[in-house]
């Protein structure tokens, strides 16, 4: 265990539906990330966010949409998926200093979209 | 834009016997670090080993050593002694120093032990 959760592990949705997944850390971390793990591509990079604030989106399509209401929580809520969003979901949390740089990941998500 | 390369997509290793997996990377930055992340079928990324590219000596964690050259922007990681546990995904990754705290991934290597 590295300390962050994800839930659920598993998700079936259709096109229509609305779902949220959720991410929990509790170790003081600062940081906190979504990842798209699609088969045969490098992990993806979709949005940060630091100390609650978002610091980056990579260009993600609104039908995702990301909430961070404090440091230990991250959401991110779907809607209206493509069946192309079917992919493993990660997060991941990191403490911002120059000495501790090394993001610790949850077991994801595996999502897919029908 | 920074990029990470893993030319080998699968690996195989006899049980106790060593392995090199490779990963090379391309930056403008002089400052940033490097991370080797494992990935079992569980699905867990886990933290193996990391790099900070100021340190000239190669980090070293128990069975798993690297082989960092900074001009060649080459950054393989070395398996001794492998063990069936080994078998998972590894990923090669990098951060810059400051600035974003974007992680680039490699696509992978999946390294299969055999008994």
Partial sequence: ETGVTQTPRHLVMGMTNKKSLKCEQHLGHNAMYWYKQSAKKPLELMFVYNFKEQTENNSVPSRFSPECPNSSHLFLHLHTLQPEDSALYLCASSLRTRQNTEAFFGQGTRLTVV | ?115
Avoid: H
């Fill in chain 2, 1 to 115: 834009a920074q990029t990470v390369t893993q030319s080998q997509p699968e690996m195989s290793v006899q049980e106790a016997e060593t392995v090199t997996l490779s990963c090379t990377y391309d930056t403008s930055e002089s400052d940033y670090y490097l991370f080797w992340y494992k990935q079992p079928p569980s699905r867990q990324m886990i933290l193996v080993i990391r790099q900070e590219a100021y340190k000239q000596q190669n980090a070293t964690e128990n069975r798993f050593s690297v082989n960092f050259q900074k001009a060649a922007k080459s950054f393989s990681l070395k398996i001794s002694d492998s063990q069936l546990g080994d078998a998972a995904m590894y990923f090669c990754a990098y951060k810059e120093e400051g600035g974003s705290e974007k992680l680039v991934f490699g696509k992978g290597t999946k390294l299969t032990v055999n008994p």
